[in-house]
């Protein structure tokens, strides 16, 4: 039996359905960028207060530089380069079942902890001789954003163009502006270069590292000193990322790898959204230097790590249990229902205390990231609003997702695994 996801299946859609979704497509493509610029306006010029857009505010939109446009074509290049040279374990991805096409799975080369190191180290040896300040992103940020909009916008159109060329006759049914902004296609490819996997994690994610660290030297700069504040979220934030590359054959089986057209939503969301809007914290930072109390800190780390914990358990649990189903969880054998469509729903460890607790470990971190600004502003609260509103979207779509797909073993399993996120509550 063949499953095709919602979200994918234009031809079911209604008329008013589908005037609606493109106008939502439109509004995502314009608004997107428009947030990225006002977040980062705001914070970095107008003490992170909510102020209505006006000539003033709006002259802060920098032009694309060409140093910005040098760098930031330099940096996909040196990212395309480690993700297609550097040596790395070949990993099988979960087989894709879409219409009209035998069920495959694709090849994943797994060297993006070694991509991320060696690019730190390039980036150290950079500032060490002196070739980049330390401060270099921060003082380029303006004209970064702007020059990463479009650039990515460009690279959103060509995969529009090659995913055409790779689409299903299902995925075809797409109009042009419903493909470009969800995605043409599945997993668009050059050869055995995956674009969506490469987008996920490398020159964004890596990106907002070096964008917090490029923020910890321009508070030193201006501030004489780095504060406490700062350390921690450049530290969690390092541990997030690190901890992606160290497990990065995770992502495999994941909502975005398998189901997840790549179009604007994605490639955008990943190379200019996460970058830029993860590392609010950091900015706003720069020029708030909050020294927390220690006991405040220490909490901080308790909770991230807290997170942490859960996050990766629950992410863990289920890829191994999908891989190696008998091996042991939390000391017992894992209990999990026999699914008609032959996968196994696991109802052991994360997986039996809520349906997603890996969304509440990623929230609990969110929420510690946001913690250290303190709490005279909520623009520095931007990304656990985002992301709260994110999930909890997700995660209905996903109920959604795995109750057409498994239908009455999905009802056992929310029957026995009642909570959706946060247990007791929600
Ligand atoms: P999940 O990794 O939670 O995967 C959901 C899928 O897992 C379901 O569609 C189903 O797929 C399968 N599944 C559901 N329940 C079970 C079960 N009990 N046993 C076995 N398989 C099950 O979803 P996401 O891809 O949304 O999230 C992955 C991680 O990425 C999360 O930690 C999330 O927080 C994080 N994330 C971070 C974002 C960010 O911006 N920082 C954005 C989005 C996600 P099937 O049965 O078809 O295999």
């Known amino acids: 039996m063949r499953y095709t996801p919602a979200t994918m299946d234009v031809t079911q859609q209604t008329p008013l359905q589908r005037r609606l979704n493109n106008l939502g497509f439109a509004a995502m493509l314009l608004f997107c960028p428009l947030i990225t610029w006002y977040v980062t306006i705001a914070i970095r010029y107008y003490d992170a207060v909510l102020v209505l857009p006006d000539r003033a505010f709006l002259g802060h939109v920098a032009p694309p530089s060409l140093t910005a446009l040098c760098f930031y074509l330099g940096w996909l290049a040196l990212q395309g380069a ?11 991805g979960i087989e894709l079942e879409l219409p009209g096409r035998e069920p495959h799975a694709l090849e994943y080369k797994m060297n993006g902890l070694g991509a991320f190191v060696l690019t730190l180290l390039v980036a150290v040896g950079l500032v060490l001789s002196g070739v980049l300040p330390a401060t270099f992103l921060y003082q380029q940020l303006d004209s970064l954003l702007t020059t990463a909009n479009v650039v990515v916008l460009a690279l959103c159109g060509y995969m529009f163009a090659l995913g055409r060329t790779q689409a299903t006759p299902q995925e075809r049914t797409r ?3 419903e493909a470009y902004v969800i995605g043409a296609a599945l ?34 700069a201006r501030q004489g000193e780095i504060s406490n504040s700062m350390w921690l979220v450049c530290a969690f934030q390092l541990l997030y990322v690190a901890d992606y590359f160290v497990m990065e054959d995770a992502i495999l089986t994941t909502w975005d790898i398998r189901h997840e057209p790549f179009g ?17 914290q950091g900015l706003y930072l720069v020029d708030h230097p ?11 780390v308790l909770f991230n790590l807290a997170g942490y914990v859960i996050f990766r358990g629950a992410n863990l649990q289920k890829h191994r249990f999908r891989k190696a189903p008998e091996q042991a969880i939390w000391g017992r054998a894992p209990e999990f229902i026999q699914t008609q469509r032959g996968t196994k729903l696991l109802v052991s460890g994360f997986w039996g205390v809520a349906r997603h607790s890996n969304y509440l470990g990623d929230l609990m971190m969110g929420l510690a990231w946001c913690l250290t600004t303190g709490f005279a502003h909520v623009l520095p609260y931007f990304y656990i609003i985002y992301f709260l509103i ?25 029957a026995r695994v009642r909570w959706r996120i946060l247990p007791g509550v929600y």
Not at 82 to 92: M, Y
Not at 264 to 280: H, K
Request: hydrophobic fraction near 50%; aromatic fraction near 16%; include cysteine.
């Open 264 to 280: 604007f939503m994605l490639c955008w969301g990943c190379l200019v959204w996460i970058p830029f809007t993860f590392s609010l």
């Open 82 to 92: 480690f993700a297609a040279l550097l040596p790395g374990k070949l990993e099988r």
């Open 290 to 300: 909050i020294q927390l109390p220690v006991p405040a800190a220490v909490a901080l």
């Open 187 to 220: 997993n668009p490819r050059n050869g055995s270069f995956d674009w969506k996997f490469f987008c996920e994690s490398r020159p964004g994610m890596i990106l907002w590292v070096l964008l917090d660290f490029s923020f910890a030297a321009a508070q030193l």
């Open 390 to 414: 994110l999930l909890l979207h997700r995660e209905r779509r996903d109920h959604g997702h795995c109750a057409r797909k498994y239908g009455a073993d999905w009802d056992t399993y929310t």
């Open 175 to 177: 109009n042009a502006l």
